[in-house]
């Protein structure tokens, strides 16, 4: 009894042998499909962004992290705003150094802040030129790191990093 289970289990077992094998045989049939910066575009322009904050120091740092993400992240090259294949532009609107977000107690009954959030938000896009489309953009993009007291600098640094990171995975991404 038990080998004619066997033997009519049998088809069932070949067949599912069979499906296993026949990805190895043909391929993956899965895979991802648009995406990515247009293939034309192969130099950039960054322009100075708008700064609506009172820190002044902000454009220039935001510009000088956003061209390095561009070259060294997507491969472009810098190009003048006339030349180039896209053209990328903003605006920081909003930049909070110094927010509070892990406390202690002291002894008197007081409060010791022991780590700090930066926030900084911004717009931005890029724009293919050759379409005068948006490849990518981004409106009220808010970057948030913490620090230790004292250590604004460190804080600035790391919010630069995961602004870039944000726009680098957007322009690639385009979902």
Known sequence: MSSIRLLASFPRLCGFL???????????WY???????PADVKTVAIMPFD???TEPTLTQQVNTAVQVAM??????????ENTADAIVRGSITR???????????????????????????VNIE???????????????????????????????RRALEKLVTDIVDGAQSQW
């Open 18 to 28: 069979l499906l296993l094998s026949l990805p190895g045989q043909g391929g993956c």
């Open 31 to 37: 895979g991802f499909a648009g995406g990515g910066l």
């Open 51 to 53: 700064n609506l904050t």
């Open 71 to 80: 070259q060294d992240r997507l491969g472009l090259r810098a190009a003048g």
């Open 95 to 121: 930049y909070e150094p110094d927010l509070p977000v892990a406390y202690t107690g002291t002894a008197n009954n007081g409060v010791n802040v022991t780590q700090r959030a930066l926030q900084m938000t």
């Open 126 to 156: 890029i724009v293919d030129q050759r379409t005068t489309k948006p490849i990518w953009q981004k409106n009220g993009l808010i970057v948030e790191a913490n620090y230790d007291p004292g250590n604004e600098a460190e804080g600035r």
